[in-house]
Every structure is written in C-alpha cells, then in structure tokens.
C-alpha cells in the first residue's frame, strides 16, 4: 500500500476516532474480531476453491442469502447484498447460465422476475459449507474448552446484529421444493 494512501487512511481512521470515541474494551474487542475475521476469510476463500462449480466470492454470496432466505426479487436480494442492481443482475445471469439459480415471473405478476436457487446451487452451498466447517472445527479444537462459552454467545450477537441467519432456521429452498413463498 503506497504510504501516502496509508497516511490518508490513517488520518482518516484517527477522524473516525475521535469522532466516535471507543472505550479501551471496546477497542480491544473490535481489534480481536478484526484480526479473527482475517483468519475466517481466508478459511472461506480456501472453502469457495473446493466449490463444485467455478463461483466467485459474490455469487456465493448471492447463493447463501437465497439458500437461507427463499426466493427473492433482485431488488430485495441487491439491498440484502447492499450492491447495485444491475451488479447483482449481472452476477445472478452468469449464476443462471450455470445452473446455480433459476429465475421465474412472480405469482401474480408476470413483469416481476423471482430469484431462486437450484438444487445444483444448494449442492454448491452445502459443499463449500462442508469444506469451511471442518477447517473452523481445526480452529475450535485449539481454543481452550472453558473459554469456548463466551466466544459462542459473542460470535452469535455478532452474527445477529449483521442479519445473518442461523443454519439451523435455513429452510431447503430450491426451485423445486421453494414453498411458502410469498409476493
């Protein structure tokens, strides 16, 4: 990173700061959660590479929210995603043309396309979800058994407070089996 770009970044951080004070623990918090979200990003590129079909970050992305969530319109999965339309219209036709997603009018309304993913998506899904589980088991396996307790309810209030749904509440949405969906 060119040192002026980090000094830009810095000075501007320092803002962000001052701006809004962080007390000490809460420094300390945000700082550990930063330096494990580097090493969970590099389990999940090394996940996505054992994916079945040849899937960028993005579109596994776009296959995680329709896999947890059903079936949804480009508008609602662009804001989920906070991408622009027409970047998640151009990720979800390539994910069609592979056979990861199906796209179909809207009940009731014809004009209005709905996004879901296909069996093959889910496959994708589970294979990369397989693969990222075993390699963060390795993880939890070096983490002392009596520190484990705290770590589990604050990694869950992270996860809720980002919007993320738990495995468990996933529901099998395909486009076969996308039921109850509504409009």
């Known amino acids: 990173m060119p040192l002026q770009h980090y000094n830009c970044r810095r000075q501007s951080l320092s803002t962000a700061i001052a701006e809004h004070p962080i007390d000490p623990d809460e420094e300390t918090f945000v700082s550990a959660v930063l330096v494990a979200s580097r090493a969970l990003v590099a389990v ?10 040849d899937v960028t970050l993005a579109q596994y992305r776009i296959l995680v929210v329709l ?3 059903g079936p ?3 508008s609602a999965l662009a804001a989920e995603l906070r991408s622009a339309p ?6 979800c036709d390539r994910l069609v043309a592979k056979g ?3 796209r179909a ?10 996004l879901a993913i296909s069996a093959a998506g889910r496959r994708v899904v589970d294979a990369v979800t397989r693969v990222r589980r ?7 396996a070096a983490v002392p058994p009596a520190r484990r307790r705290g770590v589990v309810g ?5 996860a809720a407070a980002a919007g993320e749904v738990p495995d468990r509440s996933w529901t099998p949405w395909t486009a076969a089996g996308a039921v109850g969906w509504d409009a």
Do not use: C, M
């Not at 604050?154 to 992270?158: Q, S, Y």
């Open 134 to 140: 075993d390699e963060i088991a390795s993880l939890v």
């Open 72 to 74: 949804q319109f480009p």
């Open 44 to 53: 999940a590129a090394r996940s996505l590479a054992a994916a079945p079909a």
């Open 100 to 102: 990861l997603l199906t």
């Open 154 to 158: 604050a990694l869950n209030d992270l």
């Open 105 to 114: 009018s809207a009940p009731g309304n014809r004009r209005q396309v709905v």
């Open 67 to 69: 896999a947890s969530r």
């Open 86 to 91: 027409s970047s998640i219209t151009r990720l």
